[in-house]
Protein backbone atom coordinates (compact mmCIF):
# COMPACT_ATOMS: atom_id res chain seq x y z
CA UNK A 1 0.00 0.00 0.00
CA UNK A 2 1.14 3.23 -0.77
CA UNK A 3 0.47 6.22 1.73
CA UNK A 4 -2.69 7.49 -0.37
CA UNK A 5 -3.89 3.80 0.29
CA UNK A 6 -3.56 2.47 -3.43
CA UNK A 7 -1.91 -1.08 -3.94
CA UNK A 8 1.43 -0.66 -5.30
CA UNK A 9 2.71 -3.71 -7.30
CA UNK A 10 6.43 -4.67 -7.83
CA UNK A 11 6.71 -2.56 -11.10
CA UNK A 12 4.93 0.38 -9.93
CA UNK A 13 7.59 -0.28 -7.18
CA UNK A 14 10.52 -0.40 -9.00
CA UNK A 15 9.45 2.65 -10.91
CA UNK A 16 9.17 4.76 -8.36
CA UNK A 17 12.29 3.67 -6.70
CA UNK A 18 14.50 4.37 -10.37
CA UNK A 19 12.66 7.89 -10.50
CA UNK A 20 13.75 8.55 -6.95
CA UNK A 21 16.78 7.48 -7.88
CA UNK A 22 16.67 9.32 -11.05
CA UNK A 23 16.27 12.38 -9.02
CA UNK A 24 18.85 12.11 -6.60
CA UNK A 25 21.46 11.76 -9.39
CA UNK A 26 20.78 15.05 -10.78
CA UNK A 27 20.33 16.97 -7.89
CA UNK A 28 23.10 15.66 -6.27
CA UNK A 29 25.20 14.58 -9.89
CA UNK A 30 28.00 17.82 -8.46
CA UNK A 31 28.73 15.28 -5.36
CA UNK A 32 31.19 13.59 -7.72
CA UNK A 33 32.76 16.43 -8.17
CA UNK A 34 34.96 16.31 -5.35
CA UNK A 35 35.02 17.98 -1.97
CA UNK A 36 32.88 21.01 -2.04
CA UNK A 37 34.28 24.49 -1.46
CA UNK A 38 31.10 25.35 0.44
CA UNK A 39 28.28 23.73 1.82
CA UNK A 40 25.17 25.69 3.31
CA UNK A 41 21.85 24.55 4.91
CA UNK A 42 18.77 26.16 4.92
CA UNK A 43 15.97 25.12 7.31
CA UNK A 44 12.11 26.69 7.58
CA UNK A 45 11.79 29.17 10.05
CA UNK A 46 8.55 27.29 10.94
CA UNK A 47 10.49 23.98 12.35
CA UNK A 48 10.54 24.09 16.19
CA UNK A 49 14.03 23.79 17.18
CA UNK A 50 14.09 19.87 17.38
CA UNK A 51 12.69 19.42 14.04
CA UNK A 52 15.08 22.18 12.78
CA UNK A 53 17.81 20.27 14.16
CA UNK A 54 16.74 16.33 12.94
CA UNK A 55 15.95 18.23 9.51
CA UNK A 56 19.61 19.78 9.10
CA UNK A 57 21.48 16.56 11.20
CA UNK A 58 19.27 14.07 8.40
CA UNK A 59 20.78 16.21 5.33
CA UNK A 60 24.33 16.72 6.99
CA UNK A 61 24.62 12.61 7.33
CA UNK A 62 23.31 12.02 3.61
CA UNK A 63 25.85 14.58 2.32
CA UNK A 64 28.11 12.14 4.06
CA UNK A 65 27.63 9.46 3.35
CA UNK A 66 27.47 10.83 -0.03
CA UNK A 67 31.49 12.07 0.39
CA UNK A 68 33.28 9.94 2.34
CA UNK A 69 36.45 12.30 1.97
CA UNK A 70 34.57 15.10 3.42
CA UNK A 71 35.86 14.62 6.46
CA UNK A 72 39.74 16.21 7.47
CA UNK A 73 42.51 14.26 8.37
CA UNK A 74 42.01 13.09 12.20
CA UNK A 75 42.85 15.05 15.12
CA UNK A 76 44.90 14.34 18.23
CA UNK A 77 44.98 15.73 21.39
CA UNK A 78 47.37 16.44 24.00
CA UNK A 79 46.86 12.54 25.66
CA UNK A 80 47.68 11.49 21.77
CA UNK A 81 44.08 10.46 21.68
CA UNK A 82 43.18 10.00 18.37
CA UNK A 83 39.38 12.01 17.47
CA UNK A 84 37.57 11.49 14.22
CA UNK A 85 38.38 14.17 11.34
CA UNK A 86 35.73 17.01 10.84
CA UNK A 87 34.54 18.62 7.94
CA UNK A 88 37.02 21.39 7.54
CA UNK A 89 35.22 24.00 5.88
CA UNK A 90 32.03 24.77 8.14
CA UNK A 91 28.51 24.07 7.71
CA UNK A 92 26.52 27.03 8.45
CA UNK A 93 22.58 26.32 9.09
CA UNK A 94 20.41 29.49 8.40
CA UNK A 95 16.61 29.98 8.17
CA UNK A 96 13.77 31.04 5.68
CA UNK A 97 10.31 31.27 5.32
CA UNK A 98 8.26 28.79 3.21
CA UNK A 99 8.13 30.64 -0.09
CA UNK A 100 11.96 31.32 0.29
CA UNK A 101 13.19 27.92 0.98
CA UNK A 102 10.91 26.34 -2.28
CA UNK A 103 12.69 28.97 -4.05
CA UNK A 104 16.13 28.44 -3.35
CA UNK A 105 15.52 24.41 -4.03
CA UNK A 106 14.21 25.58 -7.40
CA UNK A 107 17.59 28.09 -8.22
CA UNK A 108 19.73 25.89 -6.66
CA UNK A 109 18.47 22.61 -8.67
CA UNK A 110 18.84 24.70 -11.83
CA UNK A 111 22.24 26.23 -11.49
CA UNK A 112 25.50 24.78 -12.78
CA UNK A 113 27.84 22.59 -10.63
CA UNK A 114 25.51 23.09 -7.37
CA UNK A 115 24.57 19.68 -5.26
CA UNK A 116 21.52 19.84 -4.06
CA UNK A 117 20.03 17.76 -1.17
CA UNK A 118 16.62 18.49 0.33
CA UNK A 119 14.09 17.03 3.05
CA UNK A 120 10.91 17.31 1.80
CA UNK A 121 8.29 18.20 4.54
CA UNK A 122 6.68 14.84 4.51
CA UNK A 123 9.50 13.50 5.83
CA UNK A 124 8.53 14.70 9.29
CA UNK A 125 5.32 12.77 9.24
CA UNK A 126 6.65 9.26 9.93
CA UNK A 127 9.50 7.34 10.92
CA UNK A 128 9.04 4.52 8.13
CA UNK A 129 11.01 4.99 5.89
CA UNK A 130 9.22 2.84 3.09
CA UNK A 131 6.45 4.85 3.72
CA UNK A 132 7.67 7.93 3.29
CA UNK A 133 9.23 6.89 0.51
CA UNK A 134 5.77 5.85 -1.12
CA UNK A 135 4.55 9.29 0.08
CA UNK A 136 7.58 11.18 -1.88
CA UNK A 137 6.82 8.40 -4.69
CA UNK A 138 3.45 9.86 -5.06
CA UNK A 139 3.70 13.20 -4.98
CA UNK A 140 5.34 15.74 -7.69
CA UNK A 141 8.26 17.65 -7.10
CA UNK A 142 6.35 20.97 -7.56
CA UNK A 143 4.37 19.78 -4.32
CA UNK A 144 7.33 18.17 -2.20
CA UNK A 145 7.49 21.18 -0.06
CA UNK A 146 11.11 21.42 1.19
CA UNK A 147 11.34 22.54 4.79
CA UNK A 148 15.26 21.90 4.79
CA UNK A 149 17.55 21.85 1.86
CA UNK A 150 21.34 21.55 1.76
CA UNK A 151 23.62 23.66 -0.97
CA UNK A 152 26.64 22.41 -1.65
CA UNK A 153 29.54 23.72 -4.56
CA UNK A 154 31.62 26.50 -5.85
CA UNK A 155 31.84 29.06 -3.36
CA UNK A 156 30.49 31.85 -5.09
CA UNK A 157 26.68 30.16 -6.26
CA UNK A 158 26.22 29.06 -2.97
CA UNK A 159 26.57 32.53 -1.43
CA UNK A 160 24.12 33.90 -4.13
CA UNK A 161 21.86 31.40 -3.51
CA UNK A 162 21.86 31.95 0.18
CA UNK A 163 23.32 34.85 1.09
CA UNK A 164 19.80 36.77 1.98
CA UNK A 165 19.00 34.01 4.69
CA UNK A 166 20.11 34.80 8.57
CA UNK A 167 21.77 32.37 10.99
CA UNK A 168 19.45 29.78 12.64
CA UNK A 169 19.12 30.95 16.08
Not at 35 to 45: H, K, L, T
Not at 142 to 160: H, N, T, W
Amino acid sequence: MTAGGTLQTAETAATAATAATAATAETAAPLAAGRPERAVIVVSDALGPGYAANAAALLALTLGARMPELPGPALADADGVSHPGLYPRGLPVLCAGAEPLRELHRRASAAEGVAVIAFPAVGQTTTDYEAFRAAVADTATEDLAPVAVLVCGPAKPIRSLTGSFGLMR
